[in-house]
T-cell receptor
Framework: SQQGEEDPQALSIQEGENATMNCSYKTSINNLQWYRQNSGRGLVHLILIRSNEREKHSGRLRVTLDTSKKSSSLLITASRAADTASYFCATDVRFGNEKLTFGTGTRLTIIP | NAGVTQTPKFQVLKTGQSMTLQCAQDMNHEYMSWYRQDPGMGLRLIHYSVGAGITDQGEVPNGYNVSRSTTEDFPLRLLSAAPSQTSVYFC?????????????FGPGTRLTVL
């Protein structure tokens, strides 16, 4: 079964708006990463947040982590057409074998 | 650097045929892995390797074999293809298995089994 589940499964917004997607996971983690996948391509790493961190920023990306709720959110501000992609969270289980487990993804469409 | 390369990009097989999906990386990464991606299922780990000569099973290993004779290459073999193996296959590599390390993905192989 999937460790991470993204919500919503699909999201469409107007260009310039902010996009928020969420990731919930089942067991305690050491780290959580977010990846982007453009159509027909491989995944590309966006950002890493560790279990002792609550928020991280990278350009237009803002990631939060709430370990008490076992959830993370990815915010993309001032969206652009090029942000159209699928976004996945990936977690490694605390006291597990450290391998990353990927969620099911959120499909984001930016409408020009 | 080419990063992670995969061949072929597309492949159509008949049930029962065998084939090898190739994966190579030029970043001297120790950790390499194979995933399959199916609609609504995200990425599922098939097999992984933490170094040359060392491989282990992931979440969905049945029907697939791997070997790691060099640091650079990590081929995935389908011994007797089945329609359930129709999927997009991704190879990935990273410096180590640790969850803090970025995984670098290849462009994928789209496999159809008839």
């Amino acid at each position: 079964s999937q460790q991470g589940e993204e919500d919503p499964q699909a999201l469409s917004i107007q260009e310039g708006e902010n996009a928020t997607m969420n990731c919930s996971y089942k067991t305690s983690i050491n780290n959580l990463q977010w990846y982007r996948q453009n159509s027909g391509r491989g995944l590309v790493h966006l950002i890493l947040i560790r279990s002792n961190e609550r928020e991280k920023h990278s350009g237009r990306l803002r990631v939060t982590l709430d370990t008490s709720k076992k959830s993370s959110s990815l915010l993309i501000t001032a969206s652009r057409a090029a942000d159209t992609a699928s976004y996945f969270c990936a977690t490694d289980v605390r006291f597990g074998n450290e391998k990353l487990t990927f969620g099911t993804g959120t499909r984001l469409t930016i409408i020009p | 650097n080419a990063g992670v390369t995969q061949t072929p990009k597309f492949q159509v097989l008949k049930t029962g045929q065998s084939m090898t999906l190739q994966c190579a990386q030029d970043m001297n990464h120790e950790y390499m892995s194979w995933y399959r991606q199916d609609p609504g299922m995200g990425l599922r780990l098939i097999h992984y390797s933490v170094g040359a000569g060392i491989t282990d099973q992931g979440e969905v290993p049945n029907g697939y074999n791997v070997s790691r004779s060099t640091t650079e290459d990590f081929p995935l073999r389908l011994l007797s293809a089945a329609p359930s193996q129709t999927s997009v296959y991704f190879c990935a590599s990273s410096s180590s298995i640790r969850g803090t390390d970025t995984q670098y993905f290849g462009p994928g192989t789209r496999l159809t089994v008839l």
